[in-house]
């Protein structure tokens, strides 16, 4: 891969992690506000089963995002490393290059499509 292409994955891969970055620490602001108004907001009163129901799927689901965004954040930790070792753009599991589109599409993916499907049916 040129020196060019690999500085603009990089370009792309920074831009990513500060995004994700940022996406989770609004999300766990969020999670903390919804902590904090399920503790105040009742005064005291009795809750209604939905609204614990409602604030149980907030707190959740939030969470749930929380936990997506950080793995994408690893993934592309990882890609960041590989390009500092001078693997990137080659999958992991069998070797061979992966196509540029590919890489434009998913750029912090390890793996080539063949090896993506493979690992997604447990065949990996």
């Keep these: 891969m040129k020196k060019e292409e690999l500085e ?5 891969l920074l831009s ?13 602001e ?6 904090e108004e399920n503790g105040n907001m009742r005064g005291g009163a ?3 089963p939905a609204e614990t129901g409602s604030d149980n799927f907030e707190q959740e689901f939030t969470m749930s995002l929380m936990e997506n965004e950080n793995r994408a954040l690893e993934m592309v930790e990882h890609a960041l490393k590989r390009i500092e070792e001078g693997t990137y753009g080659t999958c992991e ?16 993916t390890s793996l080539c499509v063949k090896c993506a499907e493979a ?6």
């Design 8 to 12: 603009s994955f990089r370009s792309e």
């Design 16 to 28: 990513l992690r500060q995004r994700l970055v940022g996406n989770m620490r609004y999300l766990s």
């Design 30 to 35: 969020a999670a903390q506000s919804q902590s």
């Design 46 to 48: 009795p809750l209604h």
């Design 93 to 108: 599991s069998c070797g061979e290059r992966i196509p540029k589109a590919r890489l434009k599409a998913i750029p912090f």
């Design 119 to 124: 690992h997604e049916k447990g065949e990996a």
